[in-house]
C-alpha cells in the first residue's frame, strides 16, 4: 500500500509521506516504516520491539507532545520506572493539563527506550500540547463524550489512538470523569447527547471491534488478545502484524469514511508534516509508532500546503512539560480514562513475563492468597494451571487468557468464591504499580520542595491506599501531620483523615493516604501561592480567610492553620474572625464557630503551638452565646428546634472543654453562667419542647440538677395539660440524641414510671401524632436497652428486680441473701479468706 510522490518544501508539491524509491539495504519497505498499534498493548510493544530490531531506522517518531522532546533523555536513566505520563500544563492556568501515560508494555515507551538504548534521535510528532491545552469548550466536550457514554475509544478495545488525557480548566478526571481537550484519543469519541449515529459512528467508536465480528468473535477485547497480544516469540516477519492491521485499518476507513472529528484531521496534518521534517533529515529510514488509527491518514497522499493550511492559525497557550509518575489503576479503563485497558496488571505480566507466563500468574496469585492467610498449596497451583489450560483449548483459544485464568482461579484457588478473586482483580489484574521519575525533572518548586519533604519526613507517595497512625508527641510524626494538613489547605488531597482505632487522644492522629497521579496537577496548580509547601499554605490560608463568607469558615480556617503549623497566617486569621465575629448576630453562626476554637486551642496545647489569641475569641463567642441563645430559641418550628438543639450539645460540649486560662473569671464563670443560661431554657413555655427536654438533661449530667426536680420537671411536662406532641418533643430532647436516655430509665423507676404513666394516656386520636418521634427516641437506644425496657414494663410497677442497687441501705434489699453468694465470689476470684487462700480440689474440696 504505496504510492508515489515526490517529496518538496514548496507549498504547492504533493509530497506523499511513502516516496517511492529504492529502499537502503535492510530497509523493510520504501518510505517510512509506519507501526500502528493499539496503546497499552503487549503485543504491540514486543512487536514494535521485533520491528525496530529488523529495520534499525535512523530516527524514531513516536505519537506525543513535541515539547516533550527535550525530555526524552531522561527516559534513559535507571532512576526512570514506568508506568510515567508526559504532563502538559498551561502556564498561567496550569490546571488546563493533560497526560500521555505509557507503562513498561506501552509501545510507545519501548519505542522510545529501543531508540536510547542505540544511540537513535527519538522524537513527539503529535499536534503540540500548546495547541490541544487552548482549544475550548467546543473541542472539550467531544473529547468528554466518550468517557460520559462509557464507549470505548476508537482504535480497538481500550483506545489505540493517542494516550493523552486531558483535564479542563482547574479539574483533574476521576473516576468516571470525562477527558478535557487535551485527550489523545482520535476518532473513538461517541457523538453528543442528541446526536445520531450513523454508519460511520460505529467505527468512531470501536473499529477494532468491527473487525473482531467480522472475524466471528463477538468480543473485540478477547480477539485482540488471541491475534495480537497472544502472539508467541518475535518469529517470521517482523512486520506482518502492522502490515495485516494497516490494510485491515485502511479497509475500514476507505468503507466507511475518516469517522473522524475536525481536531484529528489537525493532529494527522501536523504528524505528516513532522514526518516529512524527519524524512528530510534522515532520508527513508524514518519509523513512525502511532495509533493504528492514523496509519492510512498518514499513508495518504496530501500537498504540504494543504497540511500547513490546516494548521495554521491555531490557538495557543504558553505550556510546560514533565515527567510524573503514573499507576497501573490510573491506566485501567474503569478509571475514566479514554484509552485505558480492562487489566494493566495482567499486561504487565504478559510482557514481563519470559516464559510460561500462566504458571507465573497463578504464581503470583498463590503468593497474595497465602498473604491474606488463605491456605493455597503447590497442589492447587498445579489444578489451576491445568484448569486453565484446559479451557483455553476447549474454547479454541492459543493461550489461556484473562478470562481462563480468572475462572481457574475461582474455582480452584478461591473455591468457587468472588470475595478473594475481586482481592486478585484489585491487587493483580488492576494493581497499584506506581512509577518513578528522576529527581532532576523539571518541576515546578513547590514540587521539588514537597519532594525533599517527603523525603525527610519518610512518607514516601504509594499508589496503594495504606493507613498511617502519626503520634504527634514524636517530632517526625507532627511534622507529617504538618504536612499533610498543609497540604489539603492547598487542595492537594493526598491524605484523609480518619478514625484512630487506638487512642482517642489528641496526640494521635489517623490517616489515609494515596497518591494519584493527578495530584501532580494540583500541586502545578498551587504553585501560584509560593514555592515551598510552608509558605503556599500560609498564603492560601491568609487569602481563603479574607474571602471567607461565614463566621463558621474563618474559624474552621483557624483550626486548620493551628493543626497544619502555620503561624504566619494565624494573625491575618485572627484579625479576621474578630471582624466577623462583631459583625455576626446569628446564634446559630456563633455557636457553629465555638467549637471549632475549643479545638483549635486543645492542638495548640498537644503541638506546641502558641494559640493564645484563640482563648478570648472563643470566651468572647461563649459570651454572646449565652446572651443571644435565649431569644433565638422561641418560636421555633420542628426543623429549626432539631437544629438548635445540635448548637446547643455542641456549644455544651465546647465549654466543658474549655480550660480556666481560656476565660477571664475562670473556667467556673463560664460554667455557671452556662447553667443559667440551660434553666432559663428549661423553664419557658415559648421554647420548643425538644430544646427545653435537651437542657433539662444538660443540666441533669453536669450535676446542676438534683434527680428530684428532674423528675418534678417531667412530671409538670407530661401532665395532662400539656399537649401531647410538646410532651413526645420534651421527651425526646430529654431522653433522645444518643445521650444514654435508655439507662437513664432502666435505673430510674420514678422517670420511667412517668413516661409509662403519660404514654398510657395519651388519647388515641394524639397518639398517631406523637408516635414518630416516640420511635425516634426509642430506635437510638441499644436492642438491649430496649428489651430490658420492655421486660420492666411488662413486670409493672413494684414486680421484683425493679428496684436498682444502690447502696446497702436501700429498701427492699436482702442483705442476707446477698452475703451468702460472697464465699463462692472469693472462691472463683481465689481472695484470700480467713488469712488463708482459697484453693479447690479435684473433687471441688476448698482447701
Known amino acids: 500500500m504505496t504510492a508515489s510522490g515526490t517529496t518538496g518544501g514548496t507549498s504547492g508539491e504533493t509530497a506523499d509521506v511513502t516516496n517511492e524509491g529504492l529502499p537502503e539495504p535492510g530497509w523493510p519497505a520504501v518510505g517510512p516504516l509506519l507501526l500502528g498499534v493499539r496503546h497499552h498493548g503487549p503485543g504491540s510493544a514486543r512487536a514494535v520491539r521485533a520491528a525496530l530490531e529488523a529495520a534499525r531506522p535512523a530516527v524514531v517518531l513516536i505519537e506525543g507532545p513535541p515539547e516533550a522532546d527535550p525530555l526524552v533523555p531522561l527516559a534513559a536513566g535507571t532512576d526512570m520506572r514506568p508506568p510515567v505520563a508526559l504532563l502538559a500544563h498551561a502556564v498561567d492556568e496550569p490546571g488546563r493539563s493533560a497526560f500521555w501515560p505509557m507503562a513498561e508494555f506501552s509501545p510507545e515507551w519501548v519505542a522510545l527506550r529501543w531508540a536510547l538504548?542505540?544511540?537513535?534521535?527519538?522524537?513527539?510528532?503529535?499536534?503540540?500540547?500548546?495547541?490541544t491545552l487552548a482549544w475550548e469548550d467546543d473541542d472539550a466536550e467531544d473529547a468528554g463524550d466518550t468517557d460520559r457514554d462509557g464507549r470505548e475509544d476508537a482504535d480497538g478495545p481500550g483506545g489505540a489512538d493517542g494516550p493523552g488525557e486531558a483535564d479542563g480548566p482547574g479539574e483533574a478526571d476521576g473516576p468516571g470523569e470525562a477527558d478535557g481537550p487535551g485527550e489523545a484519543d482520535g476518532p473513538g469519541e461517541a457523538d453528543g447527547p442528541g446526536e445520531a449515529d450513523g454508519p460511520g459512528d460505529a467505527i468512531r467508536i470501536d473499529p477494532l471491534g468491527v473487525l473482531a465480528r467480522t472475524a466471528g468473535h463477538d468480543d473485540a477485547e478477547r480477539w485482540w488478545e488471541d491475534v495480537v497480544e497472544h502472539r508467541g516469540g518475535d518469529k517470521g516477519d517482523a512486520l506482518a502484524p502492522f502490515t495485516a492491521l494497516e490494510e485491515a485499518m485502511t479497509a475500514l476507513r476507505d468503507t466507511y469514511g475518516s469517522g473522524g472529528h475536525h481536531r484529528d484531521l489537525l493532529r494527522e496534518a501536523h504528524m505528516r508534516l513532522a514526518i516529512r521534517a524527519a524524512r528530510r533529515e534522515a532520508g527513508e529510514r524514518v519509523a513512525v509508532v502511532c495509533g493504528a488509527w492514523h496509519v492510512p491518514a498518514l499513508r495518504r497522499r496530501t500537498t504540504v500546503a494543504a497540511d500547513r493550511a490546516l494548521v495554521r492559525g491555531l490557538p495557543r497557550v504558553r505550556t510546560d512539560v514533565t515527567w510524573v509518575p503514573w499507576t497501573h489503576r490510573r491506566l485501567s479503563r474503569s478509571s475514566g480514562y479514554g484509552a485505558g485497558i480492562d487489566s494493566p496488571g495482567w499486561y504487565g505480566h504478559l510482557f514481563a513475563a519470559p516464559d510460561r507466563p500462566v504458571e507465573r500468574w497463578m504464581t503470583k496469585v498463590a503468593g497474595l492468597l497465602r498473604a491474606e492467610d488463605r491456605i493455597v498449596s503447590a497442589a492447587h497451583v498445579i489444578e489451576a494451571v491445568r484448569l486453565a489450560e484446559t479451557l483455553a483449548a476447549m474454547r479454541g483459544r492459543p493461550l489461556a487468557g484473562l478470562g481462563e485464568t480468572t475462572d481457574a482461579v475461582r474455582a480452584v484457588l478461591c473455591d468457587g468464591s468472588d470475595v478473594p478473586?475481586?482481592?486478585?482483580?484489585?491487587?493483580?489484574?488492576?494493581?497499584?504499580?506506581?512509577?518513578?521519575?528522576?529527581?532532576?525533572?523539571?518541576?515546578?518548586?513547590?514540587?521539588r520542595d514537597l519532594t525533599r519533604t517527603q523525603r525527610r519526613l519518610r512518607l514516601k507517595p504509594e499508589a496503594a491506599e495504606r493507613e498511617v497512625e502519626l503520634d504527634l508527641r514524636k517530632d517526625t510524626?507532627?511534622?507529617?501531620?504538618?504536612?499533610?494538613?498543609?497540604?489539603?489547605?492547598?487542595?492537594?488531597?493526598?491524605?484523609?483523615?480518619?478514625?484512630?482505632?487506638?487512642?482517642?487522644?489528641?496526640?494521635?492522629?489517623?490517616?489515609?493516604?494515596?497518591w494519584e497521579p493527578e495530584l501532580s496537577v494540583r500541586v502545578a496548580e498551587a504553585g501560584v501561592w509560593g514555592t515551598t509547601v510552608l509558605g503556599a499554605a500560609t498564603a492560601r490560608a491568609e487569602a481563603d480567610a479574607i474571602a471567607a463568607r461565614g463566621l463558621a469558615e474563618v474559624t474552621g480556617?483557624?483550626?486548620?492553620?493551628?493543626?497544619?503549623?502555620l503561624p504566619d497566617a494565624l494573625p491575618t486569621v485572627m484579625r479576621v474572625l474578630a471582624d466577623r465575629a462583631a459583625l455576626d448576630t446569628d446564634v446559630g453562626h456563633l455557636a457553629q464557630a465555638l467549637p471549632a476554637l475549643v479545638r483549635a486551642l486543645r492542638y495548640g496545647d498537644v503541638r506546641g503551638t502558641d494559640a493564645a489569641a484563640l482563648a478570648g475569641v472563643a470566651t468572647g463567642l461563649a459570651?454572646?452565646?449565652?446572651?443571644?441563645?435565649?431569644?433565638?430559641?422561641?418560636?421555633?418550628?420542628?426543623?429549626?428546634?432539631?437544629?438548635?438543639?445540635?448548637?446547643?450539645?455542641?456549644?455544651?460540649?465546647?465549654?466543658?472543654?474549655?480550660?480556666?486560662?481560656?476565660?477571664p473569671g475562670?473556667?467556673?464563670?463560664?460554667?455557671?453562667?452556662?447553667?443559667?443560661?440551660?434553666?432559663?431554657?428549661?423553664?419557658?413555655?415559648?421554647?420548643?419542647?425538644?430544646?427545653?427536654?435537651?437542657?433539662?438533661?444538660?443540666?441533669?449530667?453536669?450535676?446542676?440538677?438534683?434527680?428530684?426536680?428532674?423528675?418534678r420537671l417531667m412530671g409538670l411536662v407530661l401532665s395532662p395539660g400539656t399537649a401531647p406532641a410538646d410532651a413526645a418533643a420534651w421527651i425526646e430532647g430529654f431522653l433522645g440524641g444518643g445521650s444514654g436516655g435508655g439507662m437513664l430509665l432502666l435505673h430510674d423507676e420514678r422517670l420511667r414510671a412517668l413516661v409509662d404513666t403519660w404514654l398510657a394516656g395519651v388519647p388515641a386520636e394524639a397518639f398517631t401524632d406523637v408516635l414518630p418521634l416516640l420511635r425516634r427516641t426509642f430506635s437510638e437506644y441499644e436492642p438491649g436497652v430496649r428489651r430490658t425496657l420492655g421486660e420492666l414494663v411488662r413486670r409493672g410497677p413494684g414486680a421484683p428486680?425493679?428496684?436498682?442497687?444502690?447502696?446497702?441501705?436501700?429498701?427492699?434489699?436482702?442483705t442476707g441473701r446477698a452475703d451468702a453468694v460472697l464465699p463462692v465470689v472469693r472462691l472463683l476470684l481465689g481472695r484470700e479468706e480467713d488469712g488463708a487462700v482459697a484453693r479447690t480440689g479435684p473433687e471441688g474440696v476448698t482447701a
Do not use: K, Y
Open 117 to 131: 538504548d542505540h544511540g537513535i534521535p527519538a522524537r513527539f510528532i503529535d499536534l503540540p500540547a500548546a495547541h
Open 421 to 447: 478473586l475481586a482481592l486478585v482483580h484489585d491487587r493483580l489484574v488492576v494493581g497499584d504499580v506506581l512509577g518513578e521519575v528522576p529527581a532532576d525533572a523539571p518541576a515546578v518548586p513547590l514540587q
Open 477 to 514: 510524626d507532627a511534622g507529617r501531620s504538618r504536612l499533610l494538613h498543609r497540604l489539603r489547605l492547598l487542595g492537594v488531597r493526598w491524605g484523609e483523615p480518619a478514625a484512630s482505632r487506638g487512642s482517642t487522644g489528641t496526640f494521635r492522629e489517623t490517616w489515609r493516604l494515596r
Open 557 to 565: 480556617l483557624a483550626e486548620q492553620c493551628l493543626l497544619a503549623g
Open 623 to 663: 459570651e454572646r452565646v449565652f446572651v443571644g441563645l435565649p431569644p433565638a430559641c422561641a418560636a421555633l418550628d420542628a426543623d429549626a428546634a432539631q437544629e438548635m438543639r445540635g448548637h446547643l450539645d455542641a456549644v455544651h460540649t465546647a465549654l466543658g472543654l474549655l480550660g480556666d486560662s481560656s476565660a
Open 666 to 711: 475562670g473556667h467556673g464563670t463560664l460554667r455557671t453562667r452556662w447553667q443559667a443560661v440551660l434553666r432559663t431554657l428549661s423553664g419557658r413555655d415559648t421554647v420548643p419542647g425538644v430544646i427545653r427536654g435537651r437542657a433539662v438533661r444538660l443540666l441533669l449530667d453536669g450535676g446542676a440538677l438534683v434527680p428530684d426536680e428532674a423528675a
Open 801 to 814: 428486680g425493679r428496684t436498682p442497687v444502690t447502696g446497702p441501705g436501700t429498701p427492699g434489699l436482702d
